[in-house]
C-alpha cells in the first residue's frame, strides 16, 4: 500500500525538499535558546523538585515543535507534490482467441491431478494472465456447444467464468465440430488480424450435428488458425465408465482414445499445430509455446495527469505558524 502510494507520488519542485534537512539544526538551535534563556531564581534553600511548571511553561516548551511542523509543511507545499494519474491507450490490435473447453465426462479422468479438467481450467488461466492485450472467450462443449464467455479484454471476470467449468453442464459426449464451430461464429465477423482456437479435448468426435471438416472449412474461410490439444496419458486411465442413479460416476480403468489424425488434420489444414499433452508439464509447455508463436506488436502509448496537493500542506503550515504567533502574544505574553 505504501509502495503503491510513493509510487502515485511526484514532486514538480523537488529542490524545495532540500530545505527539510534544516529543520532538525533549527530544533536543536531552538532547544538550545530557550536553554540558555531560561532565567532562574536560584534560592538554596528551596528543592528545585518542589517548583512546579504551569501550563504556560509546558506550552512554551512545545511551541518551537509546532513552528517547525509549520515550516515543514510550507516547504512540501513549495516543492508542489501531485498525484499522478495514468492513463493508457492502446494502438493497434491484439489476437482474438477462443478457448473451446471440451466437457465430457472423459475429462475427470484421473491421469492429471485431481483430474484433467481442473488441470486443463488452471493451465488456461496461466495463459490468460499473459495475454493482457488480447480479447479472448470461452467455448464449452461436450455432446453440444454453447459460448460460456464472449470475446473480452475483462480477463478478471473470464478467469472466473473459466474456473466455474464443470463436466456435466451439458449432454455428454464429444462434439468436436460443433464446439469448433461454435467458436467460429464468434470470431469470423470480427476485424482482428490474428483470429486462433485453442481447441482442448481428449476424445473423439462422436456427437454434434456439425463435422469437424465442416468445421475445419468454415475455419480457413474466415482465417482462423486451430491449435488443436490431445489432454491424456498414452494407455489406459482412471476414468469415469458409468453413471449411479443419484449422478455420481462410477470410475474404472479406460481405454485413452484421442483422435490425433482428426487433430493434427485440423490444426495443420488451417495454419495451426497439434500438440499432445501427457501431463502437467507438457501443458504448460505447450501453452508456452503458443504464447510465442502467437505474438503482435501493440504500442502502448501513456498519458500521464497530474493533480495538484500542495494546498493542503500550504493551509496546515498557516495555521500552524498562526496558532504560534496567537499563543505567543495572547495566552503567554498578555495574560496575567
Known amino acids: 500500500m505504501i ?32 536553554m540558555l534563556t531560561d532565567h532562574v531564581l536560584a534560592i538554596p534553600n528551596i528543592n528545585p523538585k518542589f517548583i512546579q511548571k504551569t501550563w504556560r511553561t509546558k506550552l512554551l516548551s512545545v511551541l518551537p515543535m ?8 510550507l516547504i512540501l507545499a513549495m516543492a508542489r507534490p501531485q498525484w499522478v494519474l495514468k492513463e493508457e491507450k492502446q494502438i493497434g490490435e491484439g489476437i482474438n482467441i477462443f478457448l473451446a473447453m471440451d466437457l465430457s465426462s472423459s475429462m475427470l479422468s484421473q491421469d492429471f491431478t485431481p483430474n484433467r479438467m481442473e488441470v486443463s481450467k488452471a493451465v488456461a488461466i496461466e495463459f490468460i494472465e499473459k495475454r493482457k492485450f488480447d480479447k ?8 453440444e456447444g454453447f459460448t460460456h464467455c464472449p470475446l473480452t ?16 453442464f451439458l449432454e455428454d459426449g464429444t462434439a468436436i465440430g460443433l464446439g469448433l464451430a461454435t467458436a ?3 470470431l469470423k465477423d470480427d476485424s482482428a488480424k490474428s483470429k486462433i482456437i485453442i481447441l482442448i479435448t481428449d476424445g473423439v468426435n462422436n456427437a454434434g450435428d456439425i463435422s469437424p471438416q465442416l468445421a475445419m472449412d468454415l475455419a480457413k474461410t474466415f482465417g482462423i488458425k486451430i491449435y488443436a490439444i490431445g489432454v491424456g496419458t498414452n494407455g489406459q486411465a482412471y ?55 502467437e505474438k503482435t506488436k501493440i504500442e502502448i502509448r501513456t498519458f500521464k495527469r497530474y493533480s495538484e496537493e500542495f494546498r493542503p500542506f500550504l493551509l496546515l503550515g498557516i495555521l500552524l505558524l498562526m496558532c504560534t504567533f496567537l499563543i505567543k502574544k495572547i495566552l503567554i505574553t498578555n495574560l496575567p
Open 153 to 168: 479484454v475483462d480477463h478478471v471476470i473470464l478467469k472466473q467464468l473459466l474456473s466455474e467449468l464443470q463436466c456435466g
Open 66 to 73: 509546532i513552528t517547525l511542523l509549520g515550516l515543514g509543511c
Open 136 to 143: 479472448i472467450g470461452i467455448v464449452a462443449f461436450s455432446g
Open 239 to 293: 476414468s469415469p465408465i458409468g453413471r449411479r442413479p443419484d449422478g455420481e460416476y462410477i470410475f474404472g480403468m479406460a481405454p485413452v482414445t484421442i483422435d490425433e489424425s482428426l487433430l493434427n488434420h485440423l490444426s495443420q489444414e488451417t495454419g495451426g499445430k497439434y500438440y499432445r499433452a501427457t501431463s502437467k508439464t507438457e501443458l504448460e509447455k505447450i501453452y508456452a509455446e503458443i504464447d510465442r508463436l
Open 184 to 186: 467460429i461464429n464468434r
Open 3 to 34: 509502495v503503491e502510494w510513493l509510487e502515485r507520488l511526484a514532486w514538480r519542485e523537488p529542490l524545495w525538499l532540500i530545505l527539510l534537512g534544516l529543520l532538525p539544526f533549527l530544533w536543536i538551535y531552538s532547544r538550545r535558546n530557550v
